[in-house]
Structure formats: C-alpha cells, structure tokens
C-alpha cells in the first residue's frame, strides 16, 4: 500500500467529457514502480487518463476503445515479475474533466532548483527556474521520477550546446536547457501529441528557437551534438546509445533515464562499447537517470 500521506494526482490527455468513458481500477502490489509501470504501459493502448490512489490506479478510457485482452496482457507481465495485480470495471459518472484534471494535477518541485507548473497554478518563489508546461500527458510534466532527475541532472552538470533531446515529450527538458542558456537546441520525439504539445509549450516559455521534429534516432544525421538527453526506456537505449555516440563529439556528454536499477549494468556496457566513461547516476523509486562522457 503506499503511503497514506499520498495526495492522489490525476492524469489526462484527451478526455473528452461528452463519450462515456470504463474506469478501470487497479490494486498493484508493490505500488512503486507499479504504478508508473501501469500508467506507462496503459498509455501505449489507449487509456486517456490516471488517478493515482493509495492502492493503485484508476484508469479511464473511451468505453468503445476498452480492450480487456491487452489489459490483461499487461497484468500478465507485471505478475511474471513478482506484482500482485488486480482490478475491477465499472462506467465513470460524467465529469467536468479539465476542472478534475486541474483540481488534482500539482505543481513539481525539484529541490530548490525547478518548479514546473501549468499555466493556472500560482507562480513561487524560491526556484533557480520555473517552468511552464501544459502537458497532454502526464510525462515530461516532471512528476515522473525520470523527468525530475533529468532535469536535476541538466541543472547541477554544466552543458553545452549544440544538444539534442530525444524522446523529447513536452519538451520540458529542452526547455530547461534553452532557460539555462543551452544554444541550439533539438527536441525529438516519434509520438504525434508531442509533436503538436511540444511548440505550445515552447511558446509559454517565450522560446521560438528550439527545432522540434517528429522522428526516432534515424533522423540523426552528420549534425554532431555537445549534449545528448535521452529519457526514453532501455530498449530503445540499447539499440540507439551507439547512434548517440556517432553524433556526440569527444568529451560530449550523454544523460540517459527511462530504466530501472536493476538495468543500469547493461545501459553501462553498451555505453562503455560505445565509447562512453561512467561518470555517475541518481536514483529515484528504484528509476535510474545516468550521466556518460564521450571518450
């Protein structure tokens, strides 16, 4: 059960308050990481929004779109690793979904170094930056323990420009970076909704100058880059820390996230045959963000 202090967060994307809509809710056991497991692996099919609770996660999704067959695939892997999953269905009663959404969705604070926020919370004192993200998701929004220690890594190790960010979601870390003063900066990202959330927040930032393409690492070409971020997830970074590595000048700089503690062994040789020295990792909610240096 996670602890009872936690104050539920709810997570949309495209709610719309006019179809009716399957609550699936979740009991996971362990909670963390089950409930970012989930709330990962349900975006991929389709389910719209998440309430975290104490025990879990409500899930919701357009009753047409409801497909309890790969649900339960998901469940199925969780359970082959030691999760204790279970859950029941039911009709969501009709809402005023941007009021629930804001209602719930908090600030992010990360330590005294960033507060990311949405345009209807109040500003704060107290931050070296704040940013403002109005996501359509509820990654890149830093409430995500690999966004937070990305953005812990970009704001405690100097960087350099030229930088790319792939998998770039909200844009949120290349938006850190341009505010630090990071130059010529590239975010990508394959997903659509980021493609299209990803200007709208640039421009809450008053920033006009970040080049945003919709892609994978195959649009990398002969442009070489000074800093590479790349919260994705570890088989993407299997495959594309060498591409990386050809597109990073020496002594360039790779911060990766996305994977568990328990993976960070192979992120490391993969980098290490790739070219990289191990210069250190953070962890939180047994998630991993590592930092490498291009030999």
Known sequence: MAHPSMQPTFYRSFIHSNMAHAVLTITVSPAEPGREILISDLSDIDFEGFL???EGVEAYIEESELDMTKVEEIFNRLREAEFEVSCTTSVAEEKNWNEEWEK??????????????????????GFKKEILIMPKMSFGTGHHATTSMMVENLMTVKTEGPLLDMGSGTAV????????????????????????NAPDNCELNDINDIVILKGDAS?????????????????????????????????????????????????????????????????????????????
């Open 104 to 125: 719930n969705f908090d600030a992010v604070e990360i330590k005294d170094l960033c507060r990311i926020r949405a345009p209807f919370h109040e500003s704060k004192a």
């Open 173 to 196: 870390l290349a938006i850190v970076a341009r505010k630090l003063g990071v130059e010529d900066v590239t975010a990508i990202d394959i997903d659509e909704w980021a493609f299209e």
């Open 219 to 295: 649009l990398l070409g002969k442009k070489k880059f000074n800093t590479v971020l790349a919260n994705i997830n570890r088989n993407v970074l299997l495959e594309d820390i060498p591409v990386y590595a050809s597109v990073l000048n020496k002594n360039g700089q790779l911060f990766v996230s996305g994977f568990y503690v328990e993976d960070l062994p192979m992120i490391q040789d993969v980098a290490v045959r790739s070219g990289f020295i191990f210069n250190g990792n953070l962890t939180q909610n047994n998630w991993v963000s590592a930092r490498f240096t291009k030999q």
């Open 52 to 54: 975290e609770t104490e």
